[in-house]
């Protein structure tokens, strides 16, 4: 029987280390879904998925000008610019490198702002001295 990943998002312990009620709530209602059954709890440090304005200004700015310049599509960009930074690993199955981080959703907020600063002088020294903005200065031009 496979048994879905259960995730709160986000919990925080008081100070004597209780869960609020509704946390444990959730929890113990989904442990009911699989009563007599081997189950492994997990406690990390909670990871915000990098954001929505992140991604937006990514696939505005930066990604549709390197795939111009490379004469390709958004995606291969977007994918030799995430190997660029984060490495490459083979991959079996298809026979080619891959970047080790193949999707900006697999980033957090803190890596994102690290592969925008990245990116910047990587793609003009790279690319020909294209210049891509910042996401500032590409939030005051795209809501004007």
Same mark, same amino acid.
């Given at each position: ?10 919990? !925080?312990?008081?100070?004597?280390? =209780?869960?609020?009620? !509704? ?11 699989? *009563? ?12 915000? !998925? ?13 990604? &549709? ?30 026979? =080619?490198?891959? &970047?080790?981080? &193949? ?27 294209? !210049?891509?903005?910042? *996401? ?9």
């Amino acid at each position: 029987m496979k048994i879905p990943d259960f995730s709160l998002s986000r919990v !925080q312990a008081s100070a004597e280390g =209780r869960l609020s009620d !509704q946390a444990r709530g959730s929890i113990l209602a989904y442990l009911r879904r699989y *009563p007599d059954v081997d189950l492994d709890v997990i406690i990390r440090q909670h990871r915000e !998925q990098r954001s929505l304005d992140q991604n937006s200004y990514m696939h505005a700015e930066p990604f &549709p000008k390197v795939a111009e310049f490379m004469g390709g599509t958004i995606e291969e960009a977007k994918l030799a610019l995430m190997g660029e930074c984060w490495g490459w690993k083979f991959c079996a199955l298809s026979g =080619r490198e891959m &970047p080790v981080k &193949p999707s900006t959703s697999s980033m957090t907020v803190e890596e994102c702002s690290y592969f925008i600063d990245w990116l910047i002088p990587w793609v003009a020294e790279h690319c020909g001295g294209l !210049q891509i903005m910042l *996401p500032d200065e590409w939030a005051r031009t795209s809501a004007a």
